[in-house]
């Protein structure tokens, strides 16, 4: 039973457009959320996180959006590039540790 | 700056066999940890450990064990591989307070045949 969700296994966005990446999860102990980006034959590297007490989180072109009453967090991305072209993963902490479950991830291809 | 190595990049192992997979993190951090990605899945957490000398299960720890007896170095072994271990082990670090992200490795491809 995935605690942490991402229905989208994949999204195409056009160059300067805005891309929006979307988790759900199902744990309501939840605090904490992060998004990493993980290119090919690499490990996933940090990109933002937001707290549960907060409802959005801005950093350059990125934003996190986050709806507790509906589980739900988003990934702005404004405007998307061609570098931008990866693996998104969401992950949930839990247990108010360090421990953190991931989503299985959403491919996001922007097109120049 | 090298942040968290992982060794090996790519092993191939026959059914039955063992191996142990090193982690080191050069940036002094207290929790370490083991992940496995399987397609279509998220990261799974194997084993971590929240300091020198500590180890604790995570979500999937049947078939391995791990090691921490230094701060920067995490072993994970496999005593007798299985082909469902075949997989992506990624480690990761990370500070023990405060909402920190963790720094990954890039990864072992491990195949077991």
């Known amino acids: 039973d995935q605690q942490v969700k991402q229905n989208s296994p994949s999204l195409s966005v056009q160059e300067g457009r805005i891309s929006i990446l979307n988790c759900d999860y199902t744990?309501?102990?939840?605090?904490?959320f992060l998004w990493y980006k993980k290119y090919p034959a690499e490990g996933p590297t940090f990109l933002i996180s937001?707290?549960?007490?907060?409802d959005k989180n801005e950093d350059g072109r990125f934003t996190v959006f986050l709806n507790k009453s509906a589980k739900h967090l988003s990934l702005h991305i404004v405007p998307s590039q061609p570098g931008d072209s990866a693996v998104y993963f969401c992950?949930?902490?839990?247990?108010?540790?360090?421990?953190?479950?991931f989503g299985p991830g959403t491919r996001l291809s922007v097109l120049p | 700056n090298a942040g968290v190595t992982q060794t090996p990049k790519f092993r191939v192992l026959k059914t039955g066999q063992s191996m142990t997979l090193l982690c080191a993190q050069d940036?002094?951090?207290?929790?370490m940890y083991w992940y496995r990605q399987d397609p279509g899945m998220g990261l799974r957490l194997i084993h971590y450990?929240?300091?020198?000398?500590?180890?604790a299960k995570g979500e999937v720890p049947d078939g391995y064990n791990v090691s921490r007896l230094k701060k920067q170095n995490f072993l994970l072994g496999l005593e007798s591989a299985a082909p469902s271990q075949t997989s992506v082990y990624f480690c990761?670090?990370?500070?023990?307070?405060?909402?920190?992200?963790?720094?990954f490795g890039d990864g072992t491809r491990l195949s077991i045949l």
């Open positions: 990761a670090s990370s500070y023990s307070t405060g909402l920190q992200p963790q720094h």
């Open positions: 992950a949930a902490r839990r247990d108010y540790g360090q421990n953190f479950v």
């Open positions: 744990n309501s102990m939840f605090d904490y």
């Open positions: 937001i707290s549960s007490i907060k």
């Open positions: 450990s929240v300091g020198e000398g500590t180890t």
């Open positions: 940036m002094n951090h207290e929790y």
